[in-house]
Nanobody, 115 residues
């Protein structure tokens, strides 16, 4: 059974930082592409960042230069370091994994950026 479990969300002030983690089980993590997506209330899900099995990264335009995705295959975990957070970053952040496209999803973790 494949499981992706996100953690690290919470309330942060504008300009602050958070680090999200997503721990995977039930898959051979190292051969999967993984990524972070987010969905704000009333909006469609959007790409935040992805990282391939060989470490190639891709970012959504709204987070370039502020967020960094990384992975630790030894820990079956993908991370999202979020800096210079803005109110518009408020959303449920979910991680996905898959060989071709995102076939597996976590339940998400809420990030709220507010003063």
């Amino acid at each position: 059974q494949v499981q992706l479990v996100e953690s690290g969300g919470g309330l942060v002030q504008p300009g602050g930082s958070l680090r999200l983690s997503c721990a995977a089980s039930g898959i051979i993590f190292s051969v999967n592409n993984v990524g972070w997506y987010r969905q704000a209330p009333g909006k469609e899900r959007e790409l935040v960042a992805t990282i391939t099995q060989v470490g190639i990264t891709n970012y959504g335009d709204s987070v370039k230069g502020r967020f960094t995705i990384s992975r630790d295959n030894g820990k079956n975990t993908v991370y999202l370091q979020m800096n210079s957070l803005k109110s518009e970053d408020t959303a449920v952040y979910s991680c996905g994994a898959g060989r071709f496209g995102m076939n597996y999803w976590g339940k998400g973790t809420l990030v709220t950026v507010s003063s």
